[in-house]
Structures are given as C-alpha cells and as structure tokens.
C-alpha cells in the first residue's frame, strides 16, 4: 500500500497561474472544481497515489464554492470503499466516529416482488461460494434445505438479520469477518476527507466561486477564473461540480443521456429521523417498494436516513408523502412527522454523451445519476479515479485517446447501471400502474431483453457479462434474479453436488459467526469508550 | 466467594464471554493444572511439573506460567501468546456441576462472578433458537475431556508412585537482571530411575498408557530456556 503522497508547500504552486496548456505540456497540475464526496475524494485519491503513476510532481488544487450547497444524500458505498479510505491514510476507527458511519452488509428489498406482508429478499456483499453458476443453481435447490437463494447461499442475510457488525473490533482496520462497506454522513465525509486533503496530503484548497471558464486557443480548459483568487491554471480539470456540470457540460458542451425513459423515478422525499442510543442500527440497507417507487432506510449510528423515491408521472408530491408518513409510523414509531424536516430532491436518470472531453473529466453527480437503488454513485467516483490514475495522461500527448478510451469504458458501465437496476423492477409481479410501466417491454433496455430471455435456460455467468471488471459482476444478477423468484433453469441436479460440501461449511461458519460478532450498536458503543479512553485510535493518520 | 450458576439457554440467551486474556479477565496465574491427556499439546510450549498436594494427599500436574505470584508470561497484548491454552484455562469461566459430574446430563456450570461475562461484547453461549453455540459445543466437550481425564488422571499418579518415578525440583533462574529466582515445591520425572526400570516395569507403564505422558512431561523440560527468556524479555522491555 502507497503512503500518503506528500508534497510541498502548497503556496509555491501558484506561480504559474497563467500558464497555457498547449500539446505536449506535461501534466503537471490537476484542478479540482467543486467540493463534496466527490470532489474531495479525487483530491485525496488523487494526491495520495498520483505518485504511483506520474512521471513528475502534479500539484492537486480544489476550487470549492462557499456559495454552493452539496446535495449530501449520497449515505451508501461500496466495499471498494475500504481499499480507497486505506490508500488515502484514513483510520478506519477515526473515519467511523467522524462520520457517525455504519458497516452495510447488502441491501434488503421489501415487498419488491408482490408488495406481501412476507415479501423479502437480499443482496449481500458476500458472494455465493465459488463454483460454475449452474453448479451453483442446482446445488442450491439440491442443498439449500428450502432456504431463499440468498440465505441459502451466503452467510450474511442471517448475520445481518440479527444487527450484527462484519467485523470485531481487535481486527486490523478494514479488514472483516465477511465483505462490507459504509453508511456514513456525507455531509460528515467531505468534510473529514477536506481536513485530510488539505492538511495532510497536499491539496491545496481555495475557497472561491468560479465565475467564468478559460478556453485556450486549442479548446482545452486552460484556467477557471475565481472571485477573489483571480484564474487558476491547470493542466487537467476535474468537473466535480455536481448537477451543475460547469465545466464538462457547460464550457464543453457534453450533452446529456437522458434514460429516464427506462428508469422513470425522478424525485425523492428525504428526511433524517434520530435514532435513540440504545436502538439496534441496521446492518444493510433496507429498499421497500411503493405503489409508486420505493423507500431507502439507511441507519447510521445516530440518525436515520429515509427517503421515498417516486415517478412524478404515478405519484404527486403529496402521494410520496403519504407514503413516507405512512412508513416512519411503522419503522420508526415515536417520530413526530410534523417536526422532521423534509427535503425533496428532484433528478432524472441520465448521464454525459462524454464523460472526458479535452482535458476535463467529469467525476461525481456532474458524469450522471441514476437513482440510488444501488448505491452507485460513490462507487462510481471511485471507478472513475481508479481509470484516471491506471491510465495517467503524462502529457496532453495522448490525452484524446484516453478519454476516448475512458469514454467507452463508463458508456459500458452506465448502461450495466442501467440494465442491473432495471431488472429490480422487470422481475416484479406488483400490479399497480406505475409497476406495470415499468415491466412495459418498450422501457426495457434491448440487451437486458435479451438476457432474460438467455436466463430462463441457464443462470448469469461470465458469458453475459464479459468484462474483466464488470461493476456488477455475475453474483449480484442471481441475488437479484432469484430473490425476485426468476423461475430456475432446469438443470441436471447431479450438477449441484458441487455446492453440498461449500453450503455445509457456510452453515458452520454463520452458525460461529452469529455467536462471536458484536451488534453494531455495541461495536459502536465500545468503539466510542474505547477512543474516549486512549489516543491510539482517535488519531487520522494510521 | 465465586457465585456458580447452572447454565441455560433462558437464563444465558444474551450472555457472551470476552475472549480476551489478561491479568484483569483473571489470568494472572503462575501456573495451572494440566491432566495427563494434554500433556502432548502441552509439551510444545510449556513446562509440565508436578505438585504434592499433602492436604488432599494426591498429586497433580501443573505447567508453569510465570516465575512470580499472580505472573503469567503467556498473556500478550490481550492474547495468550500460545499455540495451545491448558484446558483448565480454555474452559474458563465454565465448570462441571459440582452435584452431577456428567457434562451429558448438561449441568455446565457458569461462574456470574467472572469478569469474562458480558451482554454486548463477546461471543454468544446461545443462538436465537436457544441451541449452543458453536463456541459452547467446543466449551461443553472440553469440560467432558477434561472432567474424564481429571478422574482418570489418579491411575497415572499411583504408577508414578508405585514405581518411584518423581524427585523434588531444585532449580535456581538467573535472570536478565541479575536477580535469581528459585523454583521450589515442585517434582519433575526422575530420568536416572525411569532409564534404569526394567522391562516388567515398562511393559506395566506402557499396557496402561502412562509411558507416553511421562515422556512428554521429561520433553516439555526443554522449554524452560523459553519460558526465561519471556521473562528476560519483559525486563528488558519493561
């Protein structure tokens, strides 16, 4: 694992603030536009491993607005978001007290398939053992003593089922007892991640509204000009400017994919409910479907974020509030509705024709959103600087080839985004109007078609998603196509002998871990005392 | 005075026991009894002796934790830095029913009073359906290995006697900071009396199968040097 890329005094990078950017010139300074999960996360991933791959020193500056609000909802990541955290020289026990975070171990659907009272199913972060998808099919109704697929299959539904932390407390940070990521506080996050940037590894920060967009005579973004700190050159600009999009869809004119006409949610309710001290804090998110849409209750350890997402063509505003009121009085008893506030977000599912244009890459909101069903967007920023920096432009030589190349990669993976959250809803068997739009074969996406038709006749493989790294790779299509009840394939059962051996290991193993891991609320708890007593892990750095 | 329950998966279902292994969850022992069955795990990492106990007029095997009262050089960061942990301590804080010694018959017992309970750190007894947990299976089988070789265990003592086998331990320890401690109470096989039995004996030793625990108490000897340089290492070290 790299250490932290340190540079030198920040001041010093400014003197050529005027410079163009013409071919050939060495990538010598990135600049960040806006603030956030995203931006800051590329200026912390960005400074902490560009090391790795430039040739020469690269000065990371982030231009952040103090007039701009960030949009903050974004409270789900991915387990790759340990390996980031650790690259950039985060504790794993501070970034948890920080940022009043969460172990997520999955996602649970709730009434996804009818919408009854018994209707649920899960998509943990723990794949299924590692044997041929159809060995894994047939052995899972050979084996699987009755059990739902996932319960089946994996150790975590039944781990997550009781509140249980992935992890002890005494293990090395980032490491667990089985696969997990984050609920955290994004509000919380960005600023941990700007306290680490700026103080710790090098990024300089300037606090200023840009208010125009420097062109050279070439095209490229050559600066962006500021209020107060007058323009800010750079070699390669990072549009982390949200919906905005300022620089990659503004100044460039990357004009915008709408697929909303496939994913047909455009807004969302949200609120926070606090949660007392002493309240179980749920293991994985839990997604319910509505009439109209569906809810995200994401726990963190002192609150709880719940949000109804909704089509405006099904359901009005006060329809999803309704919804929403109706869903806290259930889950979250004892909330006074009338003195939550409530905020509405309103998007629609698309993403850039081009995502790199020039030398500006767009990372974050600014690249696309789809609804959150997924919890796509952190990981997507990830994604985006693990592209940039395993194909580092050293200069703007080869700079065109690799957005092309950047370009067709995340082309490919916005539209898995597109097909996998899809296929939540195509596989449902609910009957109100806005679920019946959505099985509308003129919605579906033509490879998707194509693949559930594939799937009545042999379980996803490597075949149907043949990427090296495919953001969803063949596991999460079964979690998510036997949990919707996707009639098996017929299958040889002598197939499945391959799973009995696995699937009695995997019963011992929960059984161990069901006894040894603490409740989250507990991990929590003793993680606070712990830090409260000792400076040893209240420290940022490892 | 140690307040012993009778376990239950009603009166237990929350209760977890802390791994953990320190002077304050009660390790601090300078040594602990071992029975003749484990001496062969034992004799990797510790010192085995044996202990005339003129009250109880029996003898019994301990392996030696630490040179000083309340010492126990195998405790490290919270972890008892072995391959293998004596039964006696592995089972901790379990016991048999002191009024049904049949672990079959379930009474495991459970010392309230120990420091290891905890309802939210740990590692649960028993699941949510009330069934023991994996980690109580393993507690519920060693207590029966340990109970049956703890009763089994007087055989191995009347051979040692019958034919002599035990001489009293002198043994002076210099340590790192020059102090000397002395080892004293203790008895060790005595090897010129065991190399000079003749076969009768042996084949008597050995049709009982006590020739093999005699010889891994006589092998675990080498690991004195070890146990002194834990202590060397904690002076040095402070």
């Given amino acids: 694992m790299p250490g932290p890329h340190r540079r030198g005094g920040g001041a010093s990078s400014n003197k050529d603030a005027t410079r163009q950017v013409a071919d050939g010139t060495e990538t010598r300074s990135i600049v960040i536009v806006g603030g956030g999960t995203a931006g800051w996360l590329s200026a912390c991933v960005l400074a902490a491993r560009i090391g790795e791959v430039a040739t020469h020193p690269v000065d990371i500056t982030l231009v952040e607005s103090p007039d701009v609000p960030t949009v903050g909802v974004g409270e789900g990541t991915w387990p790759t978001m340990r390996c980031t955290l650790r690259q950039i020289g985060l504790d794993e026990a501070a970034f948890l007290l920080e940022c009043d975070a969460a172990f997520k171990q999955g996602s649970r659907f709730d009434g996804w398939r009818t919408g009854a009272a018994d209707d649920r199913y899960w998509h943990p972060f723990v794949p299924p053992p590692a044997v041929d998808s159809r060995a894994l099919v047939a052995g899972w109704q050979r084996h699987g003593g009755g059990r739902a697929f996932a319960d089946a299959v994996s150790p975590q539904p039944a781990i997550a089922a009781l509140d249980l932390a992935p992890r002890q407390r005494d293990m090395p940070g980032y490491a667990g007892a089985l696969n997990y990521a984050y609920h955290l506080d994004a509000g919380k996050f ?115 974020g719940i949000g109804c997402v909704y089509a405006s063509r099904f359901m009005d505003d006060d329809g999803a509030a309704a919804v929403l009121r109706r869903y806290l009085s259930r889950a979250a008893p004892g909330i006074d509705y009338g003195t939550v506030p409530v905020r509405q977000l309103r998007f629609r599912s698309g993403h850039r024709e081009r995502f790199w244009v020039r030398n500006c890459l767009a990372v974050g909101l600014s690249a696309g959103f789809c609804e959150p069903l997924e919890a796509s967007a952190i990981v997507l920023i990830e994604l985006s600087l693990d592209a940039l920096l395993a194909n580092f432009p050293q200069d703007r030589t080869a700079m065109d080839v690799q957005a092309r190349r950047f370009d067709r990669l995340f082309h490919y993976r916005w539209d898995r985004i597109v097909e996998f959250l899809k296929l939540h809803y195509v596989l449902s068997r609910r009957d109100e109007p806005y679920w019946r739009a959505q099985r509308d074969p003129d919605t579906i996406p033509p490879r998707l078609a194509e693949q559930l038709m594939v799937w009545r006749e042999q379980p996803p493989s490597q075949a149907d998603l043949p990427h090296v790294d495919e953001i969803f790779p063949p596991a999460s299509y079964h979690y998510v196509l036997y949990g919707m009840d996707h009639p098996a394939p017929a299958i040889p059962p002598a197939t499945g002998e391959a799973l009995a051996e696995p699937l009695t290991l995997l019963r011992q193993r929960t059984r161990a871990l069901a006894a040894s891991l603490p409740t989250q609320r507990a991990y929590f708890d003793g993680l606070r005392r712990a830090a409260a007593q000792g400076p040893a892990s209240s420290s940022g750095l490892r | ?75 490290k960061d919270g972890r008892w830095d072995a391959r293998y942990i004596p039964l006696v301590m592995d089972v901790q804080p379990f016991l048999i029913g002191r009024f049904a010694p049949d672990v079959a018959g379930g009474q495991v017992h459970i010392d309230m009073d120990s420091p290891r309970l905890s309802d939210t750190e740990g590692t649960l007894l028993f699941d949510v359906d009330g069934q023991p947990t994996p980690y109580l299976e393993g507690v519920i089988e060693k207590l029966g290995a340990l109970d049956t070789s703890y009763r089994a265990s007087e055989e191995f003592f009347a051979a040692l006697r019958r034919h002599d086998l035990l001489e009293p331990l002198t043994l002076e320890v210099a340590l790192a900071d020059g102090s000397v401690n002395q080892l004293v109470g203790f008895q060790v096989i005595d090897e010129d009396r065991l190399i000079d039995l003749d076969g009768s004996a042996l084949d008597d030793l050995h049709r009982d199968g006590h020739l093999m625990p005699i010889f891994m108490a006589l092998a675990s000897q080498s690991n004195l040097p070890a146990l002194i340089a834990r202590k060397n290492a904690e002076l040095t070290h402070g």
């Fill in chain 2, 1 to 75: 005075m140690a307040q012993h329950a009778i376990l239950t998966p009603a009166t237990h279902a929350t209760t977890r026991i802390v791994p953990e292994r320190s002077v304050a969850m009660g390790d601090g022992l300078t040594s602990c009894l071992v029975v003749p069955d484990e001496f062969r795990r034992a004799q990797h990492e510790y010192l085995i002796l044996f202990r005339r106990d003129i009250a109880r007029d029996r003898t019994d095997a301990v392996v030696l934790l630490g040179f000083e009262t309340g010492e126990n050089l195998y405790l």
């Fill in chain 1, 190 to 304: 960005a600023a941990l991640l700007a306290r680490h940037g700026a103080g710790r590894l090098g990024v300089r920060h300037v606090r200023d509204h840009v208010v125009a967009i420097v062109r050279s005579a070439t095209g490229d973004i050559a600066a962006v000009s500021t209020r107060d700190h007058g323009a800010i050159a750079g070699d390669l600009f990072l549009d982390c400017t949200g919906h905005a999009s300022l620089l990659i869809g503004g100044a460039l004119g990357s004009g915008f994919v709408d697929r909303s006409a496939t994913l047909c949610n455009d807004r969302a309710l949200a609120v926070q409910v606090p949660v007392g001290p002493t309240t179980p804090i749920a293991a994985q998110t839990i997604s319910t479907a509505h009439e109209a849409g569906w809810l995200w209750d994401i726990g963190l350890q002192s609150r709880r």
